[in-house]
């Protein structure tokens, strides 16, 4: 019942002009960056981040979740056409959309692409509006030493699944563990790492480091010169889009596979939207009658993917709005911003916040709507953004992050900082260190810290704190993660995976 | 983009110790225990010292590794050096000229130079794009963009 009353009061708010004008500017914008390849959901959404500290909350969170979601519905179309992943999300789209659209079958390519993610979508909205609440309510009982040890627990997770070095990956972490420490120790007011400028006593922005390593080492990363691709062409007419009655029965099983798999992977820290679809591409192939048609074309390759990388949203935005932990580069951007605008992610956030939990449940529904009909129809004008030249685009996103650091702090050394971030978000691509564990180290340092010295304070310096149920649990978990590449076998896959991942 | 191999190894991860060494050597510095709990020195000495042991585990394991270091193509490296040169050097100019002058001078360095497009298309690409910069976000939206002490 308080689900159904949250639901009405969340389409209530969805439903103003003004957050359906934010929800169709978040998704339209979110597909058009997952159509371009080179540019993601966590480089547009820091870019943007500070232009809607003017906006009303909701309808920015509105519109920053639409370009997170959307994104993964327009990174199939590069995918398929292309045969070059919009988004990481879409590589294993490639595999069997590509193929479908070299034999004359990209229409229904895409056209399945767009009804699975519509599917799983919806599917992942359902499950994040039935699981959060009982969720926060779970939770509430968690207090400084079972915050830690989840803290440590996501980030172990994003360790593991970041790179192909598990080394690279726990420096990179621990870099940002270190930048999140810059600043005033809010305990004892000692600065630290400050290099004697009183700019750094208030921190290192997020925002900066975040455009800094995404925006702007994306940039930079596309300056080495690489070989345009050519583009398939795009059926023309609705008819030419829609998959056949035989297509959909094929793909009844990829629809449940790719919505459950999808969402539950979504949950753990760490995994992520490609993780979850190569995994349910792998049941998929595991399962069907037909398992030889697989990278020749099956459209159920195709349909388990894009559904279980949309359904991945929802899962993801679970501990993000109820622990207030986020599992990616982009929730941690989104947590960012929730914090920047007042908000407490975290238990009580549902109960404090029902205008934004259900405002939001209630775009994703509208979102999705809107994004299967942006998909079918229109999916051609979207294919002809992939013309615009690169040299157009790279200023555009130089001074879309100049504006949005300018707006954070109004600040010359700000940009200062911007142009040192871009620089190590190049050398780390370069150097193959990952930057999600980097960005969830900056996002969850200061509150790890905060909770490890709270839980400490509780018992006078005793370590046994940890030891309680939950956190033990939750410790051991992580020293597990943590050990998997000492374990021959277990390594193996996870490198076989990431490998995959990066082809 | 190519990702640098075994070269790149060994030299970030001794960038990395040096940074978890100067890390610890701050840490030392600040209380590591205070009379109500861990102090402020506390959580880096950890981190701290955690970073100094792994980026030498990574530089001695790239150190021993027998395969050959991958060859770094300099070309490519310096094309992204030169841009973010160039990105540095409009930020920097901005505090004379500000954003408008300053973004069009770096749109006209991204499109002519890196990407060398004729010059005629690369000014109207740096005037259009500055002035679409200035109506939407200036004019538009409000927002204050970087001011030079000259414009």
Known sequence: MDILAGLMQGFQVATTPTALGMCMLGVVLGTVIGVLPGLGPPATIAMLLPLTMKLEPTGAMIMLAGIYYGAKYGGSTTSILLNVPGESSSVVTCIDGYQMARKGRAGPALGMAAIASFIAGTFGVVALMLIAPMLARVSLAFSSPEYFALMVMGLAMVVLLAGNSLVKALLAMLVGLWVSGIGTDLFTATSRFTFGTVQLLGGVDFVVVAIGLFALGEVLGNMEPADPPKMLPVPKGLRNLLPTWQDMKRCRFAFVNGSVIGFLIGVLPGAGATIASFISYGIEKAVSRHPEEFGHGAIEGVAAPEGSNNAETGGALVPLLTLGIPGSSTTAILLAALILWGFKPGPLFIQDSPQLFWGLVASMYIGNVVLLILNLPLVAVFAQLLRVPAHILNPLILGVSVVGVYASGSSMFQLGLLALFGLVGYLMRKLDYPCAPMVLGLVLGDPMERALRQSLMMSQGSLAILLRPIPLTLLVVAAALLAVPLFRKSNALRVQMLDREEA | ?151
């Open chain 2, 1 to 151: 983009m190519r990702p640098l191999a075994r070269g790149g190894d060994f030299w970030s991860g001794l960038a990395l110790a040096a940074l978890g060494a100067y890390i610890v050597a701050q840490a030392r510095g600040w209380d590591y225990t205070t009379p109500d709990g861990p102090g402020p020195g506390f959580f880096p000495m950890w981190y701290g010292s955690l970073m100094v042991a792994l980026a030498l585990a990574l530089v001695v394991r790239s150190a021993l590794a027998r395969t050959e270091h991958a060859k770094v193509r300099w070309h490519e490296v310096g094309r992204a050096v030169a841009c973010w040169g160039a990105f540095a050097g409009a930020i920097a100019l901005m505090n004379v000229v500000g954003f408008t002058v300053g973004f069009a001078l770096l749109t006209w360095f991204l499109v002519a130079v890196m990407a060398r497009r004729p010059q005629r298309e690369a000014i109207v690409v740096a005037v259009a794009g500055a002035a679409l910069f200035y109506g939407v976000f200036a004019w538009l939206l409000e927002l204050s963009l970087p001011k030079g002490f000259l414009f």
